[in-house]
C-alpha cells in the first residue's frame, strides 16, 4: 500500500497547506527510509520502531528543534494509520516523546529593536534607494505581521478602503482579519495610484506586482532584503519583521489573545513559544521592578 500517497490525500482533507503536507510527507519518507535500512519489517509504525528512529537521530546530532518537529510528524502520521485501521494504537504522545530543551539554553526569538525598526524605516525612505512598493512591503510587513507567502497573495480585492481591514489568507486556507493602520492604508493608496498604475500589470488582481509578472514572488521579496541588509547594518528577512511585529506588540502590553489573533496561529501556546522574546535585558527590567 502507497501510505505516502493517502497520508497527503488525508492531510489535504484535512485542510492542510501544501507545505505543512509537503514537510510531513518528507519527515514520514525518511522514517520509512531509516526503518527499510533498518529491515525492521513492513509495519508502517510501532512504538518500538519509533524509539528506535529517534535514538537513531539523537544518536546522529540532530538539532534538538529538528527532532521534536520530526516527532511532531511522526504523530500525526501516527493518528492517520490509527484512522485508518492501519494500527491499533497511539504510539507517540507528545509531552513524553519530545526532546526537552536543556535548562539554560531557552531559545531567544530574534526580533529587531526598537531602535533597529526605526534604522530600517530611516534606510527605505531614501526615494534614490528604495521603490515605493519596496517601501509599502516594508510597512506592510512590519506592521500586519503578514507572512511573505500570504504578502505576495494579497489581492487589490482583499483590501476595504472604508473600513481599512486586509483580508488575509493563511495556512490551511485560514482566513483573517487586519487593521490597516492610518499611515499604511496612505501607502497602499499611494502606490496603487502611482507607480503600480504606471506598471504594464496594472490590471493585475495582485497588490504587489514586479517588472516582469503580475504576481510577485516571494523570492523577490527575500533577495531585494538581502540585498539591502549591508547597508542598513541588519540581517534583514521577511520572517524578522513577523517576529518584531508580535514581539513589540507584546512588549506593549497588547493581550497576546490579540497578538496570536493578528499572526493567525490555531493556539496562544503557539505565539508564547514561538514569538515572544525573552532577553538577558527583558529579565533584569522585570526583576528590577521589584
Known sequence: MDYLESFSQWLMEDGKSPKTIESYCNDVKKFRLYLAEDGAGEQPLSRFSFV???????????????????????????????????????????????????????????????AEVERVL????????????????????????????????????????????????????????IVIRKDLMMRIHHYLQGERQASKFHESPYLLVSQRSP??????????????????????HPHLFRRTCATLLLRRGVPIVTVSKILGHHSVDMTSKIYIQTSRKDKQDALDLL
Do not use: C
Open 52 to 114: 528506535r528512529y529517534k535514538q537513531h537521530l539523537l544518536d546522529a546530532a540532530f538539532k534538538v528543534s529538528t527532532i521534536n518537529k520530526k516527532v511532531n510528524s511522526l504523530k500525526v502520521y501516527n493518528d492517520y494509520l490509527e484512522s485508518k485501521g492501519l494500527v491499533d494504537d497511539n504510539y507517540i504522545q507528545l509531552r513524553k516523546d519530545r526532546v526537552p530543551i536543556a535548562l539554560g539554553s531557552e531559545q531567544v526569538v530574534e526580533a529587531l529593536t526598537d
Open 122 to 177: 530611516a534606510y527605505i525612505e531614501d526615494e534614490r534607494k528604495v521603490s515605493i512598493r519596496n517601501r509599502l512591503i516594508v510597512h506592510l510587513l512590519l506592521y500586519t505581521a503578514v507572512r511573505v507567502s500570504e504578502l505576495v497573495s494579497i489581492k487589490v480585492t482583499d483590501i476595504d478602503f472604508i473600513e481599512h481591514i486586509l483580508i488575509v489568507r493563511g495556512k490551511g486556507g485560514k482566513v483573517r482579519e
Open 215 to 236: 504576481k510577485m514572488h516571494r523570492g523577490a521579496v527575500r533577495d531585494w532584503l538581502a540585498r539591502i541588509s549591508e547597508d542598513v547594518g541588519i540581517k534583514l
